[in-house]
Structure formats: C-alpha cells, structure tokens
C-alpha cells in the first residue's frame, strides 16, 4: 500500500478585484471620527476573547497532551503496567500514562514507535482495544537472532520501566468492508486483532486464519475464539498439524468480493500476493514485518564522511546492512521506508528514492532512508556520518 495525495478536478472559478479602500464612515452621530463606545466595546470584546482562549488553554495543560489533529502525536513518556506471556517467546506490554491519564486516539492497524533503554528504536503494532483510552497493548516475539530490540523487551525491560515513545500512527488501515478475510502469520496477528474486533462490532461478514508453526506458538488465541462468539469464522492452522499452507486455497475461503487483510511472513505475504488474483476476493491490504527484497537494485559505494570509511553495496543488500556491519548502531526499525528512524543526511552524490515517508523538500536538502534508498550503478554517495 502507498499513500494517496486528494486530488480535485475543474478549473477555479475567476474572481473579481478587491474594491478600494474608501474613507472610514462617520461614527454615530454623523462625525468622521471612530465612536467612543464602539471602541470601548471592541476593547472588551478582545480582552474577553483573550481570557477565555488563556483559560481553554490552563484546562488543556491540565488535562494532560492532547491529541493532535495531524495524525502524528508528538512523544509520550508511557509506563510498562504488566507483562504477560501470550504464547511461546511472546509477550505483551500493557503501557499507561504515568498519571494514568487519557492517551491519544488510534485506529485498527496502528503503531507505537519505542525508544528502548540501549537506545534502539522499534515500531510494534497496537493490538489492545481502540475504545479502551487509557491502555496501549503490544505484543513482542523473542527473537534471539534479530537485531536486539526483541530480546532487551522480554529480557531488560521490567514492570515500572518508563519507555519514551512516539505514535500512534497507521500505514495498514482497515477500511471496515463489509465482508472481509483475515490472514495473520504468528505474530502477524497483532495489527489484525483490533481489525478483527471492529469488524465484530460493525456486523461485517469477517473470517480468521491464524497461521503457525504450533499452537503454542500462537498468541491470543483465546480472545479470539471469544471474538468469533461460536460461530465459524475463526480457524487456526499449524504446520505440525496440518502442513504447510496452500495461499490459493486460504483465499478461496473468502466471500465474494470481499477485502483480504494480510500480515505475516514474508514468504507467505508472496504467495498471497501471487494467488490473490484467481480468488474470489476483491481486494488486498498487507503489511509485512521483514524487509522486502531488493528490487532492481546495482551495486554502489558509501562513504562515512566523517570516519573516511568506504562501504561497497552489493546490488541484492541494503545501505542500511551495509551500515549496520560497519556500525551495529545504526538506527532503524521499519526497513520499509516509512518510518523515518534510518534518515541520514548525504553531502554529495545522487540518492535514487525509494521511500514512503520523506517529502520533496527534504530529499532537495539531502535527506534519505537508508533502508530502501540506493544510488545509480558505480555512484558513491557521501553520507555524513
């Protein structure tokens, strides 16, 4: 999924000329000068205009950050409440304001960016409940070959912890058709809950496949069997139990025309893909949680002004590997190009611009993502690091 700018079609409508200013009227009484009154009385208009904006603006401060009307909430200093384990290496984090104040809104497909203790920075998917505005949930596969965010979570992060975070922001909406097909891999199924549960609440025609390895790997299982209330349209499927799955034949449990909402493993997220066209579904959103592969990329060369280091990218890697060999910490999280963790600033060189997230502006003043932006075959771009 890419984001769409609005767009409007016509022409504007011509409009005619200011007129020219003219002399002021008389005042009441037919004097030219302004009326006494009236000035008095536009005077205490604006001194009253200005005490109720200060006070609007005493009840704000008081009742804790608001929600900005942007859809990118500034940062939030949020306390770890529990930890629970949800299945095998999974665990979940219930996160409140320290005061146990309101938090800013979200919507199905949302993610909190944190800033852990080390320093590394890492997006998870909400998957609590969107009515509930007290609590964030997340949920947190132990991965003890990843990049390290994972493991310090389960491990070095403990019940009290206080966690700098950034969010709620959303690039997997749910668009609440009325018929859907949930598709969840393992852990994929964190942005696909609060789908699920309003789903449920709107009465729309839903189904969910939850896809594993065992099912004791599968998180949430409960709460979701609770959502379906009976009735089938939850399954669980396992590789122990039933073998590996078949993309084309989960899609053709879809109803007619209805949107499919994917997220797991890349390899499932590519057959999907490719078998989505001869089902009876209409549509497909998904997200991935690995990087995608690299895509018509050449080779190229980095160099750290900074250090003087040069760093050969192969045509099938990343600058972002490239960088994390030389650098273990480099910052990133998405590796998708949308989050913006990864930004660094190029001095000299041509970027070939890959991502979602920066602006023509900031591409003009040397901004990249090194996750998914390359540079032409045989160039050397001079990053200032």
Known sequence: MSPTTPSTSGSPRPTAAPPRPTAAPPDLYGRDRGDRMMRALTVLGRLHTEAVARRGRRRARSAGPPTPTNGRPGPLELVVREKVVEAEDVLSLRLTAPAGGRLPGWQPGAHLLLELPSGRRRHYSLCGDPQDRYTYRIAIR????????????????????????????????FAAEPAVLFLAGGIGITPI?????QAARAGSDWRLIHLGRTRASLPFTAELAELAAQEDRFEVRVDDEQGPPDCAELLGRAPLGAAVYCCGPAPMTAGVRAAIDASPAGGLHFERFAPPPVVDGRPFELRLRRSGIDLPVPADRTA????????????????QGFCGVCRVRVSAGAVEHRDLRLTDHERAAGAMLVCVSRAAAGERLVLDL
Do not use: K, Q
């Open 193 to 197: 809950l609060p789908m699920v549960r």
């Open 320 to 335: 972002l590997d490239m960088l994390r060999e030389a650098r273990p910490d480099t910052a990133y999280s998405c590796r």
């Open 142 to 173: 132990r991965l003890a070959a990843g990049g390290g965010g994972s493991v310090e979570l389960h491990d070095a992060v403990p019940v009290g912890a206080t966690l700098r975070t950034a969010g709620p922001r959303n690039a997997f909406p």
